[in-house]
T-cell receptor, first 112, second 113 residues
Framework: EDKVVQSPLSLVVHEGDTVTLNCSYE??????LLWYKQEKKAPTFLFML????IEKKSGRLSSILDKKELFSILNITATQTGDSAVYLC????????????FGQGTRLTINP | NAGVTQTPKFQVLKTGQSMTLQCAQD?????MYWYRQDPGMGLRLIYY???????DKGEVPNGYNVSRLNKREFSLRLESAAPSQTSVYFC????????????FGPGTRLTVT
């Protein structure tokens, strides 16, 4: 059974802290690992990682994939209250067609 | 461009009632997906359509049917709603090119009493 597990499920930090969110996966026909941010409504795309060891960065957010150990991390530095959201990771697989298998999400709360 | 649109935004049904959730995308994407999101469970795939004219079951298809009406529209039907189908439903679409990124609609919050 394809499985994606995120940890922690919930995290509360103070503004300015650095956080690391974890995502491990056990899936067949893996293609890529994607990160999404979900505020009140639809998930919005952050990163797609296909190659091991290559960091992707966007402002204060960065992410890296380890295909040997089957995990990815999402780092957020100098957190702001606007970073409060649910962060979802998803493994892209090919099973007849392309699909995403999502983890449970990490709810991140940034307190001022 | 509106991206992915969904109607309605909210719906309350009684057990046994039927309804159809509508989804449309204006990005000329080939693939479309329906997910449900329950607290603590992430997004689970209900049905998908890899291209116009094809549909396939996802992880949790029981109690649902879908129709890929044309390239733009993909609807999800609940024939006889049950309280276990209370959830937030998201439609998504994807271009069949290199990226695996899916674009999501705003969601429909469905409550079955």
């Amino acid at each position: 059974e394809d499985k994606v597990v995120q940890s922690p499920l919930s995290l509360v930090v103070h503004e300015g802290d650095t956080v690391t969110l974890n995502c491990s996966y056990e899936v067949t026909n893996f293609r890529s690992l994607l990160w999404y941010k979900q505020e009140k409504k639809a998930p919005t795309f952050l990163f797609m990682l296909t190659s091991s060891g290559i960091e992707k960065k966007s402002g204060r957010l960065s992410s890296i994939l380890d295909k040997k150990e089957l995990f990815s991390i999402l780092n957020i530095t100098a957190t702001q209250t606007g970073d409060s959201a649910v962060y979802l990771c998803a493994a892209a697989i090919i099973q007849g067609a392309q699909k995403l298998v999502f983890g449970q999400g990490t709810r991140l709360t940034i307190n001022p | 461009n509106a991206g992915v649109t969904q109607t309605p935004k909210f719906q309350v049904l009684k057990t046994g009632q039927s309804m159809t959730l509508q989804c449309a995308q204006d990005m000329n994407h080939n693939s479309m997906y329906w997910y449900r999101q329950d607290p603590g469970m992430g997004l689970r795939l209900i049905y998908y359509s890899a291209s116009e004219g094809t549909t396939d079951k996802g992880e949790v298809p029981n109690g649902y049917n879908v129709s890929r009406l044309n390239k733009r529209e993909f609807s999800l039907r609940l024939e006889s709603a049950a309280p276990s189908q209370t959830s937030v439903y998201f439609c998504a679409s994807r271009d069949s090119g290199g990226s695996y990124e899916q674009y999501f609609g705003p969601g429909t919050r469905l409550t079955v009493t």
